[in-house]
C-alpha cells in the first residue's frame, strides 16, 4: 500500500512531463521548416568558413529574392486549394517582355522607356495569371491542367518573341546601365542589394493582405471548403481568380529582377526551376496541398531553407546533379515530417 | 438436423452515433422464401440495421443468426461472404464497365491472367436468362443501360454470389409502372428458388402487393412483426407513428403572423422539383414535410440559385425576383443554413471567430478589406452569446467542438449577416438531445423577433412540435399545407404517403 501511495505523485509528474514532451514533439512538428532552417544554418556555419561572410550572405538575398516573389504568388494559389505550373514560364516572359521592349522595340532610347518596360513585364505576368485565374475560377478547369499547359503556352512565346535568341541588352545605354545597377547594386549603408528590398516590400505586402484584411482571409476560406463559403454567401470563384492573377504578377516582377541580374533574357529561363523550388518552399513552410492551410513568414522560412542547402552545396563545391537529389530528398523530408504531423492532430 | 426455421435472425441489437441512440434492442428474422418488409418513419433505424446486417456497420451489442448459425460481421466482405446481399439506390455498379465486367467484378483479382471473355460473356447471359432478362446484352457498358436493368445487373451480381439474403433499398423509387411490374415478377421467382428477400419501402400499395410479413420500427426501436395479410393500412400507419410530444419541445409565446415575405409559386427545377408552392409570413416557423427524396432541399437549392430553377416564380416582399447565388441571397437578407453541416455548414478547420464572421465579413472591414480585429472579437463575442456556443476560445478551430455546438456556430454566422429570412435545412441532423432543445429554443426566440423562419426536417416530430405550419412534400411536388391545429403524425404521413 505504501509503495502505491509513493507511486502515485511521481506517477503524475511523469503524466505532466510527458504532456509538455508531446506538446513539444507537437510544436516541433508543426514548425519543423523553422527547426530545419537553425540545423541548416550551423551546419553550414561549421562546414565552410565563408558560409557567415557579409559577401556570401548578401549573395544569398540576391540570389533568392525573384524565388521569393513567385513562392508568395504560389503560396497564395495553394492557399486557395490550387497549384500553378506555369510560374516559370510567366517568369522568363516577364523578363523577355523588358529586354524586348527595350532594344528591338527600342524603348531604351526614351526617358520613359525603362519605366514603360518594366510596367509591362508586370502587365504581361498578371495577364497570363488572369487566363489562368479565370480557366481554373470561372470556368471549373482543373488547375493543373490549366497552369501544365500555360506552362507550355509561356513557353512557345518565350521562343517566338526571342526567335530562340538571347536578348542581349547594350550596357552602354542609360536606361540599362539603370536597369543592370539595380540587380547588381546594394545599398552604400548595409551593402543589401536593392531586389532584396523589393522582396521585403513584397513580403510586407503579401503578408499584411493575407493576414490582415478580408481578401486574405477569404482566399484561406476558399481553400479551406470552397462549397461552404460559396454558401455563406461569398463569391468564392473571384478570390480564386486574384490568387492566380496576383502570382502572375509577382511572376512579372520576378522576371524584372532575372533580365536586371544578366542584362540579357533568353527564352531557356523558361527551364528554371521556380516551379519546383516555390511549390517545395510553400510546402516546407507548412502549406497543405488541399488548401487553406499556409502563411507567409512559414513560406519565407521554406525559401531560405532551400537557400542555404543549395549555398551550402555550393561552398562544398558538391555537383550539380548530386545537389538535386539533395533538394529532393529535403523536401520529401519535410512534406513526411507534415503529413505525420497532421496525422498527429487528427 | 433440423433444417432452421430462420435464413437471417437478429436479436437485441444495438447501435448509437456519438452518443445518438440510432437502434435500441431491435429484432429481425426473415424466412426463406419470405419477402420481409421495413416499415418506419426516416430516421426510425431501417437503414442502420441493414448497414449492420451487410456489415457497413458494427453494433455496438447483439446477435445475428444466419440459417441458425451466429455469425459475426466485421465488413461487408463478411456480409457477402455469409450470402448477405444489399441493393441500394445508388447503385454499386462501375458504369463503364460492360454489364458482364460488373456482374463478376470481384472475380478479377490482381492477377496477371488472360480472361476468357466468351466463357465470361456466357455466364453473364446465363445469369440474366436465369432471371428472365436474357435480352440484356453482356457487353453493353453498364451507363447505357435504364435504370431498371441497371437494377438487374446488380441483382445478378448479387445472385451469381450466391446470395441468399437479398436486400432491396427502395427499389422502385426511380422505376416506372412497367419497370416495377417486371421487377416484381423477378423478385417472386427469387421467392420461390428459396432468397429471403428484405424489401424497404416507403410505398405502403407496394408493401401490400408483394410482402409476406412487415416488421415496423419507431424511434430505433422494434415495434411488431406482423403478416401482412392480417394488416390494414390505417392500423399499420398507426402503428409507426404516436408517441407524446408535448413535453419535449419548448413552450413558445403565441407569435403574430405579419404579411408575406417569400412566395413560391410552381417552382420546377430537374427531375426532383416538379410543381412546388407556398408562401412564408414573418414571425412564423413554417416546416417543409416530407420523406426523404421528396425534393425538399432540392427546391431550397434551386429558390437560392445554387441549383437552376426551370420553371416558377419567388417574390421577396410582394416583388418578383431571381437568386442567382447563395451570396444574392445574403445581400437580400435570406440566410441559408445548408444540411450538411460538416462539409457545407461551417469551415471545421477554421477558427470559430472567423466562422462566425464569415458572411458578414463586410461589417467588420475598414478601407482596402482591412480586417478590425478588436471588433470583430466583440461582435463575434456577442454572437456567441446570442446563440449559446460554449467555448472558452473563439480562436480554435470549428472541430474542436461538439456537433450541437457546431451548428450553432453556423447559425451565428446567418444571424450576424443581418438575415431576416432564415431557412434551415435539418437544423438538428446529427446533433444530441440536449443540444437539439436549445436549438429549439433559439429557433422560438427568433420567431418572436419577428425572423421568417424555414425549417426543413425529416422528423415529423420536430415538425409537428416546431412548425406553425407545414407545407408537404411528395415526389417533388407540395401535396398539401397543414396548419398548426392540424398537425398530427397522421395528417403528414397521409400527405407524405399519399394515403
Known amino acids: 500500500m505504501p509503495m502505491l501511495t509513493n507511486a502515485d505523485p511521481s506517477g503524475s509528474m511523469r503524466e505532466g512531463n510527458l504532456e509538455t514532451s508531446r506538446r513539444f514533439v507537437r510544436l516541433l512538428f508543426k514548425y519543423n521548416a523553422i527547426v530545419l532552417l537553425v540545423l541548416m544554418f550551423i551546419v553550414a556555419t561549421i562546414i565552410s568558413d565563408v558560409f557567415l561572410s557579409p559577401e556570401n550572405m548578401v549573395n544569398i538575398l540576391r540570389q533568392q529574392s525573384a524565388f521569393m516573389l513567385v513562392a508568395l504568388g504560389m503560396l497564395l494559389v495553394m492557399l486557395t486549394g490550387g497549384i500553378d505550373l506555369s510560374v516559370s514560364s510567366m517568369v522568363a516572359v516577364s523578363s523577355i517582355i523588358v529586354c524586348y521592349c527595350l532594344k528591338p522595340m527600342g524603348l531604351q532610347n526614351q526617358s520613359w522607356g525603362l519605366l514603360v518596360s518594366v510596367i509591362m513585364a508586370v502587365v504581361f505576368g498578371f495577364a497570363l495569371g488572369s487566363v489562368n485565374g479565370l480557366l481554373v475560377a470561372y470556368l471549373n478547369m482543373p488547375a493543373f491542367i490549366v497552369t501544365l499547359a500555360m506552362m507550355y503556352a509561356g513557353k512557345g512565346l518565350a521562343f517566338i518573341i526571342t526567335d530562340a535568341n538571347t536578348i542581349l541588352l547594350d550596357q552602354a545605354v542609360p536606361a540599362v546601365s539603370v536597369l543592370v545597377g539595380f540587380a547588381t547594386g546594394a545599398d552604400p549603408l548595409f551593402h543589401i542589394p536593392y531586389p532584396a528590398y523589393v522582396m521585403f516590400a513584397l513580403i510586407v505586402v503579401i503578408g499584411l493582405v493575407l493576414h490582415y484584411t478580408a481578401f486574405g482571409r477569404l482566399i484561406t476560406a476558399v481553400g479551406s471548403n470552397e462549397t461552404a463559403v460559396q454558401l455563406a454567401g461569398v463569391n468564392s470563384k473571384k478570390y480564386k481568380y486574384w490568387a492566380y492573377a496576383i502570382c502572375g504578377a509577382l511572376c512579372g516582377v520576378a522576371g524584372i529582377i532575372l533580365a536586371a541580374r544578366t542584362g540579357s533574357a533568353t527564352a531557356l529561363s523558361t527551364s528554371v526551376s521556380y516551379d519546383m523550388t516555390s511549390i517545395a518552399a510553400v510546402v516546407i513552410g507548412g502549406a497543405s496541398l488541399k488548401g487553406g492551410e499556409g502563411n507567409v513568414p512559414m513560406t519565407v522560412v521554406g525559401i531560405f531553407v532551400l537557400a542555404i542547402i543549395g549555398n551550402i552545396m555550393n561552398l562544398v563545391s558538391l555537383g550539380v546533379y548530386p545537389q538535386l537529389v539533395v533538394k529532393a530528398l529535403i523536401i520529401i523530408l519535410a512534406v513526411l515530417l507534415k503529413s505525420i504531423s497532421s496525422k498527429a492532430t487528427e | ?499
Not at chain 2, 191 to 202: E, F, M
Not at chain 2, 243 to 258: C, I, M, N
Open chain 2, 1 to 499: 438436423m433440423e433444417k432452421p426455421e430462420y435464413a437471417v435472425e437478429m436479436k437485441g441489437i444495438y447501435k448509437s452515433f456519438e452518443g445518438v441512440h440510432a437502434l435500441t434492442d431491435v429484432q429481425l428474422s426473415v424466412r426463406p422464401g419470405e419477402i420481409h418488409a421495413l416499415m418506419g418513419e426516416n430516421g426510425a433505424g431501417k437503414s442502420t440495421l441493414i448497414k449492420v446486417l451487410s456489415g457497413a456497420h458494427q453494433a455496438d451489442a447483439g446477435e445475428i443468426f444466419i440459417k441458425g448459425e451466429k455469425v459475426d460481421i466485421k465488413n461487408t466482405k463478411d456480409g457477402n461472404d455469409n450470402g448477405v446481399s444489399v441493393i441500394y439506390q445508388e447503385f454499386a455498379l462501375v458504369p463503364h464497365l460492360s454489364v458482364a465486367e460488373n456482374i463478376f467484378i470481384d472475380e478479377f483479382g490482381f492477377q496477371i491472367k488472360r480472361i476468357n471473355w466468351i466463357r465470361l460473356h456466357r455466364r453473364a447471359k446465363e445469369a440474366l436468362e436465369a432471371v428472365g432478362f436474357g435480352d440484356i446484352d453482356p457487353r453493353t457498358p453498364v451507363r447505357e443501360l435504364s435504370v431498371a436493368y441497371q437494377q438487374v445487373v446488380e441483382i445478378c451480381k448479387a445472385l451469381t454470389r450466391n446470395a441468399e439474403i437479398l436486400v432491396l433499398d427502395e427499389p422502385t423509387a426511380v422505376l416506372t409502372n412497367k419497370e416495377v411490374d417486371k421487377l416484381f415478377a423477378l423478385i417472386l421467382d427469387l421467392k420461390k428458388s428459396g432468397v429471403a428477400i428484405i424489401y424497404i419501402s416507403h410505398r405502403l400499395e407496394e408493401i401490400f402487393r408483394i410482402s409476406d410479413r412487415i416488421t415496423v420500427f419507431k424511434d430505433g426501436k422494434y415495434v411488431d412483426t406482423v403478416n401482412t395479410a392480417d394488416m390494414q393500412p390505417k392500423s399499420l400507419v398507426s402503428m409507426m407513428i404516436g408517441r407524446d410530444l408535448a413535453s419535449f419541445f419548448p413552450q413558445r409565446t403565441e407569435s403574430k403572423f405579419g404579411d408575406v415575405v417569400l412566395k413560391v409559386e410552381n417552382v420546377s427545377a430537374g427531375r426532383m422539383v416538379q410543381d412546388v408552392s407556398f408562401e412564408l409570413r414573418a414571425g412564423e416557423v413554417l416546416g417543409l414535410s416530407g420523406l426523404v427524396g421528396a425534393g425538399r432541399t432540392e427546391t431550397i437549392r434551386a429558390i437560392l440559385g445554387v441549383d437552376k430553377m426551370e420553371r416558377g416564380k419567388v417574390s421577396l416582399y410582394g416583388k418578383e425576383i431571381r437568386l442567382k447565388s447563395a451570396k444574392d441571397a445574403f445581400d437580400r437578407g435570406i440566410g441559408f443554413l445548408p444540411e450538411d453541416r460538416k462539409n457545407q455548414g461551417v469551415l471545421l478547420r477554421m477558427p470559430i471567430k472567423y466562422n462566425i464572421t464569415l458572411s458578414s465579413i463586410k461589417k467588420i472591414s475598414a478601407f482596402f478589406g482591412w480586417l478590425l480585429q478588436k471588433a470583430e472579437t466583440v461582435f463575434a463575442l456577442d454572437m456567441q452569446e446570442k446563440v449559446g456556443i460554449k467555448t472558452d476560445n473563439l480562436q480554435h478551430n470549428v472541430n474542436s467542438l461538439s456537433g450541437g455546438n457546431q451548428q450553432k456556430v453556423a447559425i451565428a454566422r446567418i444571424l450576424a449577416s443581418d438575415s431576416t429570412i432564415l431557412i434551415l435545412d435539418e437544423p438538428t441532423r446529427g446533433v444530441d438531445v440536449g443540444a437539439k432543445m436549445e436549438i429549439f429554443k433559439l429557433v422560438n426566440e427568433l420567431v418572436y423577433q419577428n425572423y421568417a423562419i424555414l425549417m426543413i426536417s425529416s422528423e415529423m416530430i420536430e415538425i409537428i412540435g416546431m412548425c406553425d405550419r407545414a407545407v408537404v412534400f411528395r415526389e417533388g411536388k407540395s401535396v398539401g399545407v397543414v396548419n398548426k391545429a392540424d398537425m398530427t403524425e397522421e395528417t403528414l404521413i397521409h400527405y407524405a404517403m399519399g394515403i
